[in-house]
Structures are given as C-alpha cells and as structure tokens.
C-alpha cells in the first residue's frame, strides 16, 4: 500500500505586496488566521506568524513520529497544554524508536523554519530525501515500485523482541511453540494454564441460572456495570498495546459475545473489541497475543502468563458463536 500526504488546502500561497520588502517571508506582517489539527501547528503559526514552507516541514515531522511510535509527539488533556508543549519543544522518544528516524524527526522539528531540515539552501527538499532514513528508497521510480505489504507488527522492547502477525518470532521450538498453540504438552496433557473450566460450562445454558450468575456478578464483581448486564468469562488486566506505547487496561471477555476493555483506574469504558466471522486470535508468546479483526489488529500483553489461555477461550467463545456459520460456509 502506498500512502501519499496530500495537502489540505489550509494555507495559500500569496505573492509580496509592493510594500512588503522583508527578505524574510516569516518576518512579512499580515493578518492571518489559523486552522487545521491542534498537535501538527507549528510554532511560528501558535506566535502568530504566517504559515511557509517550513510548516509542513514541521507537520512531517510530528506524522513520521506519529507512524513509528503510534502517537503525537505533542499532546496533552487540553490544545492550551498541547500548544505550550509545541513552543518549548517539548517532546521525548519512546523505548526502541528508529535512531535514524530519530535523528531525521530532531532534524524537522526545530523551532525556527529557516533551521528545519528541507528549507536549508541550496539542498532543499532534496536533504530530506537523502536522509540515511530513506536509503534504498528511488524516489523517481516511487510511483511504481511494489508497495510493501501490510502485516500486523508490534515493535520490540526491553522485554520482548518484534512480533509479527501470522508467524512466530520468539525463539520457540517448534514443539514448543505447538504447545503454546494447542495447550497441549508432548504427552498429551493440558498444559497446567489450560487447566480450567471450559468455557461452554461458564455461558449460562438457562434463564435463571444466567439471572443468578448476573445477581452475583452484580454485587461482587466491580466491572460489572461495563458489560451490558452480560456475564463475564474471563477478566484480566492486559497492556494495550499502539506501536511503541501501552495503556494498563482490563479486558472483559462476556457471553454476546463481546471483549470490553476498561480503564481501571479512572473506572471508564474506553472500547471493544469487534465480534464477526473474520475476528482470530492469535498467540506469540507466554504474555503477548494479537486478536485480528477486519479493520484492525488488537496487540495485547497480559500481566500474567496465561497468553495462550486468552487466546484459547476467546476461540471457544467464538466457536459457540460463529462455528456453526463457519460449517455452513464449507458447504
């Protein structure tokens, strides 16, 4: 897939009025207004100067940020709190981001325009363009050059290496690996994390014993009031994970069937997993899975070491569910 930045026709280029003779376009005096998204304004435009070049140089710099880490660079609870940040350059990089990205992000957000990589004469646009970054890109031939493909990915960290969808990286045996897949040691045995009720026992097969099972949810289980009045499977706390960041969550598999993922902390629902045929959860190691969907790749890392139980029951879940439809469709 190629994906081409276009501009959004929020500034407009305008010629020198005869009166106007700075040989610094950003020192021109002119009313200006600003529009477009808080966490990609320059500073220049924040301290009421006119938008250049130099900005969309600025807003490349926060979306190449955006797309290795999986979030803004400038951000906080409010666009004041955010534009301060902007001004004072106030940013950091996550654990494991890219060093030459790195050094080309520092590069294009820098204060002043005339300082940002792409706006330094005579090499212009073409400094960026040969950034250690972008070796082995030919940009003339970019247009038709095979597009890489798009598999889900989770950057490393201290603690674990990368992982990719659809295969395991990890340095499992292939037995071992099998056993995590299955549950199921070499003898045949459940692996010990297995060893729990099946999940056809905990769906409640009958109208009172579900009522019953809610009852004491209700008054026992403090995540009860985030599940829609289902009954809770599997509960447990997960780091949600979005490139090179993660969010402490607990994620709530329910009868429906549905996977709520809950703020624990400040007590707020933040999401759901989306329920279809498509869904498939998969397994990488002892603490991380993916779970797929159509429009996008959940990357979980459970606090405990029951990764492969997750993905387990959230299969049995999907089983009941969606494998009758899954026959017919073989049919």
């Known amino acids: 897939m190629h994906i081409k930045i276009t501009d959004f026709g929020t500034s407009k280029i305008l010629p020198l009025d005869s009166n106007e003779k700075a040989e610094n376009v950003a020192e021109v005096k002119r009313k200006n207004s600003f529009v477009g998204t808080a966490e990609y304004v320059s500073p220049e435009v924040l301290n009421n100067q006119p938008a250049n070049f130099g900005s969309d140089l600025w807003a490349l710099g926060c979306i190449i940020y955006q797309c290795l880490s999986g979030s803004l660079p400038f951000r ?66 970019l247009p038709e050059t095979t597009a890489p493909t798009l598999m889900p990915y989770l950057p490393a960290t201290a603690n674990n290496p990368e992982f990719w969808g659809h295969e395991h990286r990890v340095g499992f045996s292939d037995q071992r690996f099998a056993e995590i897949i299955t549950g199921q040691t070499e003898d045949g045995s459940l692996s010990p994390m297995l060893e729990e009720m099946p999940i ?24 009860h009031q985030f599940v829609k009045d289902n009954v809770i499977l599997r509960q447990g706390f997960v780091d949600k994970r979005k490139g090179l960041f993660a969010r402490k969550r607990m994620l709530l598999l329910t009868e429906g069937p549905h996977l709520f993922y ?17 869904m498939r959860p998969e397994v990488k190691n002892f603490k991380i899975f993916f779970v797929h969907t159509p429009n996008r790749t959940y990357y979980l890392e459970s606090r405990q070491p029951d990764a492969q139980l997750w993905v387990k029951q959230i299969k049995d879940v999907w089983n009941k569910y969606y494998g009758s439809e899954k026959e017919k469709s073989h049919k």
């Open 200 to 223: 056809r026992e905990l769906i409640p097969s009958e109208d009172t014993e579900r009522a019953a099972k809610l009852k004491k949810q209700k008054m026992e289980n403090q995540f």
């Open 262 to 278: 809950v703020d624990a902390h400040n007590k707020v629902l933040k999401g759901e997993i989306p329920w279809s045929k498509y």
């Open 76 to 141: 906080s609870g409010n666009e004041y709190k955010t534009f301060q940040k902007i001004v004072k350059i106030d940013y950091e990089f996550p654990e494991g981001f890219n060093p030459q990205a790195k050094d080309l992000v520092q590069k294009l957000l820098v204060f002043k325009p005339s300082e940002r990589l792409g706006m330094i004469q005579p090499e212009g646009m073409n400094a960026v363009k040969s950034h250690p970054f972008y070796d082995g890109i030919d940009w003339k031939k």
